[in-house]
């Protein structure tokens, strides 16, 4: 094959992973993308949040560029940044075409305000992209993924969790449930979400489970680890989207507990969706 036609065939792979890379951002980003809160959000989000919350994405996004990632031939550290960039592109675009046509975003509204929704609006979207080819290919188990040790399984963890809570996670039902909540629920729900999350980590069959021995063992490396982080990723949310100004100990607590139920489920589906 000629240098000439490498060079197209590799430029129309390229093409075909950038319109699954939208047709990822899209998917995810949709159910977001028609939540009144966001909206909201997008332009009553102190600045300084949204910074930390943009920023913090960064690495994350890197992370997911470097075990998956949207394009099949792009491997190593470098490729994951410029992935992560693009994708980063990619859900900006989404979210700034989507609310113009849903017509959210106000031509005659501060463009502090319009900024605000589509950089909100970008992360998930940016996520999505990056999930394009776990979510969207035939090709799947092919990405760096599969050699993914302790720290990288705890990473993908992370990174489930944070694709399923982020969906709940500014709605106002999940306030409310967790108003509605008794300690006695509280503790019961962190139990099912406990036992349903041991499930799916060894149907998923993370790296080094069988390696573990004793199902305990396995319970503290995976499960209950992974739960602290869901926990962590549950706070550090709520924190975002400001769901912890002016309530105290117990509410911020039962606020993590419920929303850290679809975020336990996601850790431990990471597998299948990242």
């Known amino acids: 094959m000629s240098p000439a036609a490498v060079q197209t065939r590799r430029e129309t792979a390229y093409a075909r992973d950038l319109g699954r890379a939208f047709a990822g951002a899209l998917l995810f980003s949709l159910p977001l993308l028609m939540t009144m809160e966001m909206w909201w959000f997008g332009f ?3 600045p300084a949040r949204l910074a930390v919350f943009l920023l ?3 690495p994350l996004l890197v992370g997911l560029a470097f075990f998956a990632g949207f394009s099949h031939r792009h491997h190593g550290l470098v490729h994951a940044v410029l992935d992560t960039f693009v994708a980063l592109a990619v859900g ?3 979210a700034a075409l989507l609310l113009t046509v849903m017509a959210i ?3 005659d509204g501060p463009l502090r305000q319009s900024v605000g929704q589509v950089a909100l609006q970008s992360v998930p979207g ?11 290919s035939a090709g799947r188990g092919d990405g760096d993924e599969a050699e993914a040790r ?3 399984e705890l990473f993908l963890m992370v990174a489930g969790a944070l694709f399923l809570a982020l969906n709940v996670a500014p709605t106002e039902e999940m306030i409310l449930i967790a108003y509605r909540m008794t ?3 509280a503790v019961a729900l962190i139990a099912v979400s406990l036992a349903v999350m041991h499930a799916i980590v060894y149907r998923t069959g993370f ?3 069988h390696e573990q021995g004793h199902p305990a063992t396995a319970f503290l490396h995976y499960t209950l680890a992974g739960y602290g982080l869901v926990l962590l990723v549950s706070l550090y949310v709520l924190w975002v989207f400001g769901r912890t100004d002016g309530h105290g100990l117990t509410e911020i607590v039962d606020a993590a507990v419920v929303l850290s139920f679809p975020g336990a489920l996601g850790a431990a589906a990471a597998r299948l969706l990242v």
């Not at 940016?126 to 969207?136: H, T, Y």
């Open 44 to 46: 009553t989000l102190h």
């Open 56 to 58: 913090a994405a960064v």
């Open 183 to 185: 300690p006695w629920h």
């Open 92 to 94: 900006y675009l989404t």
């Open 126 to 136: 940016a996520m999505g992209a990056l999930l394009a080819r776990r979510q969207l």
């Open 207 to 209: 790296a080094g489970e």
């Open 150 to 152: 302790y720290p990288g």
């Open 105 to 107: 975003l106000e031509p």
